[in-house]
């Protein structure tokens, strides 16, 4: 599969963005699929991720971020509100084909990276 992720750009604290990742391939719906993040100097960072529509969130961003899915247009979302200064980030959207024991806050689990969009939080 291959993702192109969009959506992203430079937004006040305390708004909102929405940001999306188109997939390729007719198999979506049989991959897990996430979000993780990088800031300068930093290491990758989980968001979150959608696997068998059970959904995990990093703490940070648990009650301001959601993930969501619509297989039949082969894209997942990520809304994210509240946004704070620290959620600047380039966010990439990732997938891997649903296995047992898939860990999905590793990012060396993920097998398809999309391009990375970078979000810009200012004061």
């Known amino acids: 599969v291959q993702l192109q992720a969009s959506g992203g750009g430079l937004v006040q604290a305390g708004g909102s963005l929405r940001l999306s990742c188109a997939a390729s391939g007719r198999t979506f719906s049989y991959y897990a699929i996430g979000w993780f993040r990088q800031a300068p100097g930093k290491e990758r960072e989980f968001v979150t991720a959608d696997r068998w529509s059970s959904t995990s969130y990093a703490d940070s961003a648990k009650g301001r971020f959601t993930i969501s899915r619509d297989n039949a247009k082969n894209t997942v979302y990520l809304q994210m509100n509240s946004l704070k200064l620290e959620d600047t980030a380039i966010y990439y959207c990732?997938?891997?084909?649903?296995?047992?024991?898939?860990?999905?806050?590793?990012?060396?689990?993920?097998?398809?990276w999309g391009q990375g969009t970078q979000v810009t939080v200012s004061s």
């Open positions: 990732v997938a891997a084909r649903n296995r047992a024991g898939l860990r999905v806050r590793i990012p060396e689990e993920y097998d398809a």
